[in-house]
């Protein structure tokens, strides 16, 4: 298992930015794949990007395609999410999670490791 721990949520404008770090502890941080996801008061949590080991594969929802970029640092065991153009909609808590899976699928149930959330508030 991995452990991590998420950064750099916040309330923001409607157009403005956030960044979302996530830091991993323990070995093998390359090893696993990364996602990030979101969950919003009263909804499930549903998918939002996802990286594999070496960053050679990125998937987005359809609702942050183009304006949200998933990124990683093997070297400093992280994952970031840069959040651009954001909405009140994106209003949400947004998780880390990281699967042991060749590739990342968009499936909460394929990672088994999560971080404890972090805010992030759109004003409109």
């Known amino acids: 298992q991995v452990q991590l721990i998420e950064s750099g949520g916040g309330l923001v404008q409607a157009g403005g930015s956030l960044r979302l770090s996530c830091v991993a502890s323990?070995?093998?941080?390359?090893?696993?794949?990364m996602g990030w996801f979101r969950q919003a008061p009263g909804k499930e949590r549903e998918f939002v990007a996802c990286?594999?080991?070496?960053?050679?594969?990125?998937r987005y929802a359809d609702s942050v395609k183009g304006r949200f970029t998933i990124s990683r640092d093997n070297d400093k065991n992280t994952v970031d999410l840069q959040m651009n153009s954001l909405k009140p909609e994106d209003t949400a808590v947004y998780y880390c999670?990281?699967?042991?899976?060749?590739?990342?699928?968009?499936?909460?149930?394929?990672?088994?490791?999560w971080g404890q959330g972090t805010q992030v508030t759109v004003s409109s």
């Open positions: 323990g070995r093998s941080f390359s090893s696993y794949g």
């Open positions: 999670a990281a699967t042991q899976l060749l590739v990342p699928s968009r499936g909460p149930a394929d990672f088994g490791s």
């Open positions: 990286i594999s080991r070496r960053s050679g594969v990125t």
